[in-house]
């Protein structure tokens, strides 16, 4: 894995370039992951993430909280070589990187032990040691992988919790130092430590001990706990912290966050020296029926930060979900029709949202690094607070909970009983 | 221009199938067809560009669903379904009528229409010939079908008579009714139960009216696969040559190539799209299912012939580990599952056309079936249009073998799913 800094600015954060293989592609950073779920990106098969989100290789975010089950097959799929694992998902040609814990699902809190570190699967509770991680790794094959970490930490987490996090992730990653020779794929050493200064730089100095070319890069956790939970952080309280991290470390290695920050707290968090992040903000707004309509570009339209696809006002709304869009979902369909497969539970509805979601994150993104690279952040980040010089705008993301009723349905059939 | 024209394009010299092509409105449709269910306006997770990439010419729509939601008014204003769902070709829907008679336990059929509760808000309401064909105009879809009087295929006694009857009557009110025949084409449905008599007068009176083509109604409920094959035989010797004849609810692999030889052109079910959200696989010899632990390690594609998008990137594997987990494993095999029946019909044709089709009809069942016994009504079916299959090695004497795709269409069953989610 290679990281090179094209520049750093007080004001804009960093523009970076990561390759993870000698032969592969280059990616510019702030890079933005694609978060998958079993391997697929959420709803959308290879062929309509081709089609009609990008054609251009991608680094997929594999959760082994999704993926646990598939480690017998992969280990079976990668023994014949020349195919590895984004082949196995059915994306090949794109680059993966290997999570513990999905970020676009609230991770439980509760598990922990002294050896071991919870995994919580679809199945429920899977207890992994150190050597079965390392196991699991090597049939997996991932391009890049995150060193054993555990992350149960938020802002409320109390001292004796956040001092436990950074102890246990120490005493998992010296096995995985030791052990790590048995797997070819890249090691990002994970940084935990809640919102405690002096436990995240001792995290910190764990990794800093290690010899030149331990690991490729750091993975920033236990600030959230996943899915809705990285929506609403009190960034006030979190970018202290992360400046505090980030100060510690040298430059020349990437550093990752996951999670479904909102998109305000995302520039900051890059202005702050992050480098990677994911889609799983765009997933969390599809899987609550929000299609994501905020502004990155100046202009003198109004604009919202979502569109409420379960709102009834849409019902005969035939105009696309946002206005010069040109995404399939806005060039071919409406908000009615939208709005209609929200209502019947039909499963077009949460891939048409993906579609657009991605394709407006991803178009954020490229405004990102543009932005980056003038050196105009800033900018951004005030255009994106006010939208337009309004209030502050809330990009929290609420859990969606309405009950489609009967009495949404139409009269269709209405006529009287003769 | 008429909005339905027909022209048979060959016909098999040995048994009763044809090819052919017939033009609407928003697409042409090579037959004999298969046309996929969707429902409330959507194919379970596929995108309308990827049923044209699949070469879908024809969806089929619900009326009664759709009158609910989005609702016939919501319809209207976008300009019909076509626009509403973004699909450019062709659609045929139903009446209504069969979906009200099995969804609502308390429907009940007089010679005004349908009697029920509605589900919006309990009222006593009614579905009228008339009042079907209203909503079918807003609807806009190419083909429409009559309301008719919708008995159990195992009911027998005077009722099958009177309905035979009423669906005669009540063709005459929606003919009366449709209001757009200059862009839609409304197709009477035979009825008649399990009784040749009466199929043949249905038939007869129903050739009497200006129709440019023919539902076959009544069948695929639960009646034995003997009587089912004749029936189907029944109406396609006494239905017109000309024009294109639908055979309501059928959609099983095998049951397809028997009533193409028994000259049927166009052909639903949702089984294709039901049994992959089960995670269950289409493949010429019946059907996968993909959760079993064999699947596990298997590194092959569903079928290694099948040109889908599916079979290019995805093994057994992979599929086996998503299926009925991930919702994308849902759109991957629906998409499978499609595929697999525009094959099937686009092979027959071109079978059809190098009148070759007695030999794909063997070859098809000997695949299908490999080492089991082919069920003695496919034999007979095939015997009674001129084609013989060969003798299976051992003599099998059991009559109503089930279908090798396991169960029987349950169209109910799913039915009352979609409500019970709604
Ligand atoms: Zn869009
Ligand atoms: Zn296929």
């Known amino acids: 894995m290679k990281f090179a800094i094209e520049s750093i600015s007080k004001n804009s954060g960093r523009l970076g370039q990561l390759r993870v293989k000698d032969s592969g592609p280059e990616f510019r950073t702030p890079l933005l992951l694609q978060t998958t779920k079993g391997g697929s990106i959420p709803w959308l098969s290879a062929d309509v993430f081709e089609s009609h989100v990008s054609r251009k290789p991608q680094v997929l975010q594999f959760t082994l909280s999704t993926m646990d089950q598939m480690t017998e097959a992969l280990a079976l799929w990668n023994c014949g070589g020349g195919r590895g694992l984004s082949d196995y998902v059915g994306l090949p040609g794109h680059l993966n990187i290997l999570l513990l814990r999905d970020p676009c699902e609230t991770t439980p809190s509760r598990g922990n032990d002294r050896d071991i570190q919870p995994l919580f699967t679809r199945r429920g509770k899977e207890s992994l040691t150190p050597e079965r991680y390392m196991e699991m790794v090597s049939s997996l094959k991932p391009d890049i992988y995150q060193g054993l970490s555990d992350a149960d930490t938020n802002l409320e987490s109390a001292k004796k919790r956040v001092q436990k996090s950074v102890d246990r992730t120490e005493k998992f990653m010296h096995y995985i130092y030791e052990h790590r020779g048995k797997v070819e794929s890249n090691l990002l050493a994970p940084i935990v430590g809640g919102y405690n200064t002096f436990a995240r730089t001792q995290s910190i100095k764990h990794a800093r001990e290690q010899p030149a070319g331990s690991y490729g890069g750091y993975i920033f956790e236990g600030f959230h706990t996943n899915g809705l939970t990285a929506t609403t952080l009190d960034s006030t309280k979190l970018l202290p912290i992360v400046e505090h991290c980030v100060k510690q470390l040298e430059d020349d290695k990437p550093r990752i966050m996951p999670g479904a920050f909102s998109p305000l707290t995302l520039l900051e968090l890059i202005r702050q020296g992050v480098d990677v992040f994911d889609t799983s903000y765009a997933y969390c707004a599809s899987f609550n029926f929000k299609a994501l309509t905020f502004s990155f570009v100046q202009d003198t339209v109004e604009h919202v930060p979502f569109l409420d696809i379960t709102d009834e006002a849409i019902k005969e709304d035939f105009t696309p979900p946002l206005g010069n869009c040109s995404c399939l979902t806005c060039q071919k369909h409406t908000r009615a029709y939208l709005h209609h497969l929200y209502k019947t539970n039909e499963l077009l509805g949460p891939i048409l949202l993906m579609v657009h979601n991605l394709h407006h994150y991803m178009a954020f993104f490229e405004i990102i690094r543009e932005s980056v690279a003038k050196d105009t952040l800033p900018q951004l980040t005030e255009l994106v607070r006010n939208q337009n010089g309004k209030s502050q705008v809330d990009y929290s993301i609420a859990a969606n909970t309405k009950v489609v009723s009967k009495a949404t349905m139409g009269k269709g059939f209405a006529a009287a009983a003769v | ?422």
């Open chain 2, 1 to 422: 221009i008429p909005p339905l024209t027909y022209k048979v394009v060959a016909e098999c010299s040995v048994s009763k199938a044809r090819a052919g092509l017939m033009t609407l409105r928003h697409s042409e449709v090579n037959t004999p067809v298969f046309m996929p269910v969707g429902t409330q306006g959507t194919l379970k997770g596929i995108l309308p560009d990827q049923l044209i990439e699949l070469n879908c010419q024809i969806l089929l729509g619900n009326t009664y669903h759709l009158g609910l939601r989005p609702g016939i008014e919501t319809l209207k204003k976008a300009g019909g379904l076509h626009k509403f769902m973004g699909w450019p070709r062709a659609i045929l829907t139903d009446s209504g009528g069969f979906q009200m008679v099995s969804l609502l336990q308390l429907a009940e059929i007089d010679e005004h229409g349908v009697n029920f509760r509605s589900p919006f808000d309990n009222s006593q309401c009614m579905l009228t010939p008339e009042h079907s064909i209203q909503i079918q105009n807003a609807i806009g879809a190419d083909i429409m079908m009559q309301l008719d009087d919708v008995v159990k295929t195992t009911t027998i006694g005077p009722r099958v008579e009177e309905a035979m009857e009423r669906t005669i009557r009540w063709v005459d009110r929606c003919i009366e009714a449709h209001a757009r025949d200059d862009d839609q084409s409304l197709f009477p449905i035979v009825q008649g139960g399990l009784d040749v008599p009466l199929r043949q007068r249905c038939v007869s009176a129903l050739m009497e009216r200006q129709v440019r083509g023919f539902a076959v109604g009544g069948l695929s409920g639960g009646e034995s696969k003997h009587d089912f094959w004749r029936m189907v035989d029944v109406c396609t010797g006494y239905l017109p040559r000309d024009k294109p004849r639908y055979l309501m609810g059928v959609g099983f692999a095998a049951d397809l190539v028997v009533c193409v030889a028994l000259g049927i052109d166009m052909f639903d079910c949702v089984f294709p799209t039901r049994t992959a959200r089960f995670g269950c696989a289409l493949v010429g010899s019946g059907q996968l299912n993909l959760k079993q632990p064999k699947y596990k390690l298997d590194m092959e594609p569903i079928d290694k012939d099948c040109e889908c998008s599916t079979c290019k990137r995805y093994t057994r594997s992979y599929l086996h580990h998503i299926a009925t987990n991930e919702s994308v494993s849902c759109s991957l095999l629906s998409i499978h599952n499609v595929a697999y029946q525009l094959r099937l019909m686009r092979s027959m044709r071109e079978a059809i056309q190098r009148d070759e089709f007695p030999q794909f009809v063997r070859d098809f069942m000997a695949s299908h079936f490999q080492s089991d016994p082919i069920p003695a009504w496919i034999r007979e079916a095939l015997a009674a249009v001129n084609i013989q299959l060969p003798a299976d090695p051992e003599k099998n004497d059991e009559q109503e073998q089930k279908p090798k795709t396991e169960k029987r269409q349950e169209t109910e069953d799913l039915d009352k799913e979609q409500v019970a989610t709604s």
